[in-house]
C-alpha cells in the first residue's frame, strides 16, 4: 500500500514541477516533466516486475520469469485486482511446467479475480482443457475447448485447439 502512495505522491510532484517549469518559461524541462510523471504513472497501473515476467515469458525464460514474478511480495495487498488476475495466470503459467495440481488452482483463480481481455481468458482455459486432459477429463476439457473456440476470435490458438482436441481421442 506504502508503494502505491509513493508512486502517487510522485506523479504529482513531478506533474507539479512540470507546470512550475512551464510557469517559467522552460518548456523542454516542462515537456520531461510530464513525460518522467507519465512514466511513474504507469508504473502504479502496470507492475514493472509482472512487466519483466511477460518480457521473458515471450523469450521462453521460465526462470526469470518466475524470480521477476517472486520479486512481488504480498500479491494480494500490493497489486490492483486486475493486475492480480495476471500475476495469477502468469504464475500458472509457470507452475504448469513443474506440477499441474497448483497450476489448475492458479488459472481458476485469475479467471475468477477477472481477466480483461478475451484473448487472455482463452488462454487461460486453454490451460485448464490442457490440465483437464492431461488429468483424462474429457468431458471438463470439451467443454473449455468450446469457450476457448468462444473466445479466440481472431483465431491464434487453432493450432493448440487442435492438438488438444487430437490428445483427447486418445484418451
Given at each position: 500500500?506504502?508503494?502505491?502512495?509513493?508512486?502517487?505522491?510522485?506523479?504529482?510532484?513531478?506533474?507539479?514541477?512540470?507546470?512550475?517549469?512551464?510557469?517559467e518559461?522552460?518548456?523542454g524541462?516542462?515537456?520531461?516533466?510530464?513525460?518522467?510523471?507519465g512514466?511513474v504513472?504507469?508504473?502504479?497501473?502496470?507492475?514493472?516486475?509482472?512487466?519483466?515476467?511477460?518480457?521473458?515469458?515471450?523469450?521462453?525464460?521460465?526462470?526469470?520469469?518466475?524470480?521477476?514474478?517472486?520479486?512481488?511480495?504480498?500479491?494480494?495487498q500490493?497489486?490492483?485486482?486486475?493486475?492480480?488476475?495476471?500475476?495469477?495466470?502468469?504464475?500458472?503459467?509457470?507452475?504448469?511446467?513443474?506440477?499441474?495440481?497448483?497450476?489448475?488452482?492458479?488459472?481458476?483463480?485469475?479467471?475468477?479475480?477477472g481477466l480483461?481481455?478475451?484473448?487472455?481468458?482463452?488462454?487461460?482455459?486453454?490451460?485448464?482443457?490442457?490440465?483437464?486432459?492431461?488429468?483424462?477429463?474429457?468431458?471438463?476439457?470439451?467443454?473449455?475447448?468450446?469457450?476457448?473456440?468462444?473466445l479466440?476470435?481472431?483465431?491464434?490458438?487453432?493450432?493448440?485447439?487442435?492438438?488438444?482436441?487430437?490428445?483427447?481421442?486418445?484418451?
Open positions: 500500500m506504502l508503494n502505491k502512495i509513493i508512486r502517487l505522491a510522485l506523479t504529482a510532484l513531478f506533474f507539479g514541477l512540470a507546470i512550475w517549469q512551464f510557469v518559461g522552460n518548456i524541462n516542462g515537456i520531461m516533466l510530464v513525460l518522467l510523471a512514466l504513472l504507469l508504473t502504479y497501473f502496470r507492475n514493472e516486475n509482472m512487466l519483466l515476467a511477460f518480457w521473458y515469458l515471450r523469450k521462453n525464460d521460465m526462470a526469470k520469469a518466475e524470480k521477476s514474478l517472486n520479486r512481488i511480495k504480498n500479491p494480494e500490493s497489486l490492483l485486482q486486475g493486475q492480480l488476475a495476471y500475476w495469477y495466470m502468469l504464475q500458472g503459467m509457470i507452475q504448469s511446467q513443474t506440477g499441474i495440481g497448483k497450476a489448475e488452482s492458479l488459472m481458476r483463480k485469475a479467471l475468477s479475480t480483461r481481455q478475451k484473448h487472455d481468458q482463452a488462454m487461460a482455459k486453454l490451460q485448464l482443457a490442457g490440465i483437464a486432459v492431461a488429468k483424462r477429463r474429457k468431458r471438463e476439457a470439451t467443454v473449455l475447448l468450446t469457450e476457448v473456440k468462444k479466440d476470435d481472431r483465431g491464434m490458438l487453432k493450432d493448440q485447439i487442435k492438438m488438444l482436441k487430437d490428445q483427447m481421442k486418445r484418451i
